[in-house]
């Protein structure tokens, strides 16, 4: 019962905390209001509009009580409760009282009357709406009826709307107070969250400076201190791995010119094409290092990127499907780095290559089919690893070095997204990427 509570109210309470922290504002506020207002009405205006009432009937009956006595002036009896009580009164003969209107259950003012005339024995009639400042009543005498138009104010205080206004605008300028004041204390979360998940996609984030109550200042000062430590933990391996690789570069190019000098050519041989083999493996991470490093995002549509880098290649055989136009935040040059990657093992493995996009609510996916061998799904995670390559049907490729398919995967998770290898509806290797709006 408890659990089910829970997540009923999970459903209906907003996500943000912008709004729930408005409802824990205003709901204290609106209640208040609403008890206050209820109080008023049992304790002060209903009480006083049913007195008013009563002493309106009253005055009504006292009129009918002099109008019967025969000794009295019927004219003067008239002009005198005109004058004195503000009673427009007419006597209309040999007439029927009209039917009676629907009644307004939810009106104070039409209960009082209502109840009033009932308790006097009255046949009566009232109409409180046709006019806005007076009300209408027919009280039948003998072959007609007496007919009145009293002022609204004879029996509803008009304390009751200037009440209703010192309700409401309070109310209304309070609220509004704590809406400003919960935008400028929420809006630092915000921008705390916006600068972890820009981080987080690795695109580049300026200079964080953190805002608002101390604890969410203290949580955007942590934040930006991890940030510059992870920033420079990237740059120095990047930039130790990247020395490493081009020192390495000079012992083999003197390796090389020892191999030419070598006069067992098929030992030479076999050396130097491992040699090339390592060359290739230093050129590959250097370039992707290079481009990591000094690249920023930018948006980009992403079905123009594919386009463009499919015209590069010249080849029938890569195809594309394309949903609507979707741009995102992308570093595009390293992005392309990351295709071409993918799209260069379709075609070393397979005859044909398809590229797809779908936009989703969230995610942007990218296809990537090739109708070669495929991978068997126990060496999906393996790999992805660097150098790593499988001894089957698409491990006869030695051009390759085993890092294409391990820096496709490092360049999606830096842009915050998802690298996962599944099998194609071309029978081959799909690979599938996801990147967050």
Not at 48 to 67: H, P, Q
Not at 135 to 143: E, L
Not at 245 to 265: E, I, M
Request: proline share 3%; glycine share 6%; with cysteine.
């Amino acid at each position: 019962m408890h659990y089910g509570l829970n997540n009923f109210f999970k459903k209906i309470l907003p996500k943000r905390l912008f709004y729930r922290s408005l409802i824990i504002v205003a709901v204290p506020i609106v209640l208040l209001q609403l008890i206050i207002t209820v109080v008023f009405f049992d304790s002060l205006w209903i009480k006083t509009n049913k007195g008013m009432t009563r002493a309106l009937v009253s005055e009504i009956g006292t009129f009918i009580d002099a109008y019967e006595n025969e000794e009295t002036n019927k004219d003067f009896i008239i002009k005198t409760f005109s004058d004195n009580l503000g009673l427009n009164i007419k006597n209309e003969k040999d007439k029927i009282l009209p039917e009676k209107l629907e009644e307004r259950w939810y009106s104070p003012m039409d209960r009082s009357l209502r109840r009033e005339m009932k308790s006097k024995n009255y046949l009566y009639w009232f109409d409180t709406t046709s006019y806005k400042e007076l009300v209408h009543i027919k009280i039948a005498y003998k072959s007609g009826y007496f007919e009145f138009f009293i002022p609204k104010e004879r029996i509803a205080p008009a304390s009751a709307r200037i009440f209703a206004l010192w309700i409401i605008l309070p109310g209304l300028f309070l609220i509004t107070i704590a809406i400003v004041f919960l935008k400028n204390q929420t809006r630092p979360i915000v921008n705390l969250a916006k600068a972890a998940e820009s981080f987080g996609k690795g695109e580049f984030v300026k200079e964080f400076r953190p805002s608002g109550a101390r604890e969410i200042r203290q949580a955007g000062y942590e934040f930006d201190k991890m940030r510059k430590r992870i920033s420079v933990h990237l740059n120095q391996r990047s930039e130790m791995l990247s020395g490493i690789s081009h020192d390495l570069r000079t012992p083999l190019t003197r390796l090389k010119l020892q191999l030419a000098l070598l006069k067992q050519q098929d030992l030479a041989k076999k050396m130097s094409d491992d040699i090339e083999e390592m060359e290739r493996m230093l050129n590959e991470y250097l370039e992707f290092s290079r481009n990591q490093k000094s690249e920023d995002t930018e948006i980009i549509n992403i079905n123009s990127l594919i386009t463009d880098l499919v015209k590069k290649y010249n080849n029938q055989k890569i195809k594309t499907v394309f949903d609507s136009d979707i741009k995102i935040h992308l570093r595009q040059n390293t992005f392309k780095r990351c295709l071409s990657n993918l799209v260069d093992n379709g075609l070393s493995y397979g005859n044909e290559v398809q590229i797809s996009t779908k936009k989703t609510i969230k995610d942007l996916i990218i296809y990537v089919d090739d109708d070669g061998p495929g991978i068997p799904k126990n060496e999906y995670e393996k790999v992805i690893k660097p150098f790593y390559r499988i001894d089957k049907s698409r491990g006869q490729n030695k051009s390759g070095v085993g890092l294409g398919l391990s820096i496709a995967n490092d360049i999606i998770r830096s842009h915050g997204g998802i690298i996962s290898l599944e099998e194609s509806p071309l029978n081959g290797l799909r690979v599938k990427i996801s990147l967050p709006f």
